[in-house]
């Protein structure tokens, strides 16, 4: 437990590697407070895609902390995540310009397909750079990167892992934890919601009712985002030394590849 200047009371919230704690202050007021948040906390709530920003501070050592609304409710489990509600928020995220300029006001660069490959191998824990089968992957994506346009790219989420997904009491969705954005293919967030929750005989209705054209070019980039996303998530349990989660993403992933091709037509 905490205690700031201001009296505010801070427990730690599991599962966020101690940047994360439910602030209650003197008179039981409680807030949620996150370290190293984005600065565009108050634009994401202005759209209703994260929860009401309350407010955001430098720390002494030069973090940036916030604090925002604290809603009672529950991160959606992995039978929730064909939600319609979901489609919805993602599409408000993707077709934001007010975020896409912030972003690019604080310096965010655009990043392309390669781009993306060179950040997860930059990251890459020991474990995932010494490991020959996902990096046999990452070499494969690199040499068939789909097309990338810059007018085209928006802002991104970058881990739309079911946990990152809260559902409150009073019916709305909201898109937490806000350490992975990036500036890229919305398709980045489309293919991991596909490859993670959706099955194939339903990509179809999926992406016609969030706005994509369903062919061979939308459905040959759900593949390479797809296995990428799958990369990103290997590593981040990696992290966390989670080898049960490791093995189940890993072999996800080999079913993933081995299906390639397998759609609705």
Same mark, same amino acid.
């Given at each position: 437990m905490h205690l700031t200047d201001d009296g505010l009371h801070l427990a730690p919230i599991p599962g966020f590697s101690g940047k994360a704690y439910k +602030?209650?202050? /003197? =008179? +039981?007021?409680?807030?949620?407070? !996150?370290? =190293?948040?984005? /600065? *565009?906390? %108050? %634009?994401?709530? !202005?759209?209703? *895609?994260?929860?009401?920003?309350?407010?955001? !501070? $430098?720390t002494m050592t030069g973090a940036m902390m916030s604090a925002q609304e604290w809603l009672d409710g529950d991160v959606l489990e992995r039978n929730d995540m064909d939600s319609k509600q979901i489609i919805s928020l993602l599409? $408000?995220?993707? $077709?934001?310009?007010?975020l896409v300029n912030q972003l690019l006001q604080l310096g965010y660069q655009y990043e392309t397909p390669a781009d993306l490959i060179k950040t997860w191998q930059s990251e890459a824990v020991l474990q995932? $750079?010494? &490991?020959?089968?996902?990096?046999? *992957?990452?070499l494969e994506l690199l040499q068939n990167q789909p097309k990338f346009k810059e007018d085209h790219a928006t802002i991104v989420h970058g881990d739309i892992h079911?946990? &990152?997904?809260?559902?409150?009491?009073? +019916?709305? *969705?909201?898109l937490t934890d806000w350490d992975t954005v990036h500036l890229t293919d919305r398709m980045f967030d489309v293919a991991h919601i596909l490859s993670h929750y959706i099955p194939r005989n339903r990509w179809k209705e999926w992406l016609t009712y969030y706005g994509y054209k369903y062919n061979a070019l939308v459905l040959s980039k759900v593949e390479w985002y797809g296995q990428l996303s799958f990369l990103y998530q290997i590593n981040k349990c990696?992290?966390? &030394?989670n080898i049960e989660k490791i093995n189940r993403e890993v072999y996800a992933l080999r079913h993933f590849r081995e299906s390639r091709g397998n759609y609705e037509s």
């Open positions: +602030g209650v202050y /003197p =008179d +039981g007021e409680a807030v949620f407070v !996150k370290m =190293d948040t984005t /600065p *565009i906390l %108050a %634009a994401l709530a !202005k759209e209703q *895609i994260a929860p009401k920003l309350i407010w955001s !501070k $430098r599409t $408000r995220l993707h $077709r934001s310009k007010l995932v $750079r010494e &490991n020959t089968y996902l990096q046999s *992957i990452a079911h946990a &990152n997904w809260l559902a409150t009491k009073s +019916g709305m *969705i909201y990696f992290e966390t &030394n």
